[in-house]
């Protein structure tokens, strides 16, 4: 956004943007939906989205592309230039902050408060926004082309539960395994 | 933000307003956050909030405050006079609109692409646009007193797995047990 203002100039220079700092932790630090995803879609939605129809399906489609890569690539898949420290990469199979920041702190044996654990999600932050960017020209220049698909368990799950299926019982596009066949050992009985 | 933008004016005029449309369907369709919680805490944040911690740290307040309320509160609390449909209540125990859907259809046996289940989350846009308005009303009157704890289930998770405790492997403050302890019958072996 800030890169908009300086380059594009109006209207994104009255956008404001400090309000996306809300998405911080999956919403206020409520870890629900990751923070880089949430300000990313909004800023998709306001370059390319609108009432219409088709311009809110066309961002739509950026933001779900965005959302399939989030969950299946293992990230981040940026590193700055002089990083603090070195950072472990993981696939979140989700969106959401918390089985992000879980899954990443089981595989890098790090604390959830550690500042490692900040130091990726900032990492994170900048992948997202980079993917945003390369997804934003691709779109700009009329090549893109959407290259993830919902993965092959989720497709399964959706054939009973999706929309018009027997059960038709959830909707939505998040990939079910994350939280419903996470490879993780099971909860000591409590 | 229409009825700032009647009564208050700038500088609401200028929010692009239609950006959060963004947050529909759990974002871009993607059944993640509910666009209503989405919605409402950029519109808390845009009010109350900013970069500086104490205005930050207000605003999150008065959010959390909402995520708890749409918890642990049967809804929608709110039906407009004329409705199409009448529409029962259920507890999402959590703030995600996958887990908000499929525990409603469980309960009214509707299905997750009805129109029925189309209008209750219209009727929760409504009690979630009113609860936001109460919040802000009090936060402006200086009565605003936080109602709402977590579940006595999340705090007894968060002695274990939140931040100082010997595993802290999680962060964020959503009701643990929406997910990981669910009132459902077992998925049957596939």
């Given amino acids: ?41 909004s800023a998709i939605f306001l370059m390319r989205g609108g009432l219409e129809r088709e311009r809110r399906e066309a961002a739509f489609t950026l933001i779900r592309e965005l959302f399939n890569w989030y969950e299946q690539t293992p990230l981040p898949d940026y590193r700055p230039k002089a990083p603090k420290f070195e950072i472990i990469r993981s696939v979140s199979r989700s969106p959401l902050c918390h089985v992000s920041v879980s899954t990443w702190c089981k595989k890098s044996k ?42 092959a368990g989720t497709q399964s799950c959706r054939s009973c539960h999706d929309q018009g299926s027997v059960l038709e019982n959830t909707r939505g596009l998040m990939d079910c395994g994350g939280c419903h066949f996470p490879e993780r050992a099971k909860h000591p009985k409590i």
């Fill in 1 to 41: 956004m800030s890169q908009l203002r300086r380059e594009v100039g109006f209207p994104y220079t009255i956008m404001p943007s400090t309000m996306m700092v809300v998405g911080e932790g999956g919403l206020a630090g409520v870890s629900s939906l990751c923070g880089a995803l949430n300000g990313a879609s």
């Fill in 110 to 151: 790090f604390k959830s408060f550690s500042k490692e654990r900040s130091e990726r999600c900032a990492w994170i932050t900048g992948a997202v926004a980079k993917k945003t960017v390369e997804l934003l020209n691709a779109s700009n220049e009329g090549t893109f082309t959407p290259l993830y698909k919902l993965s």
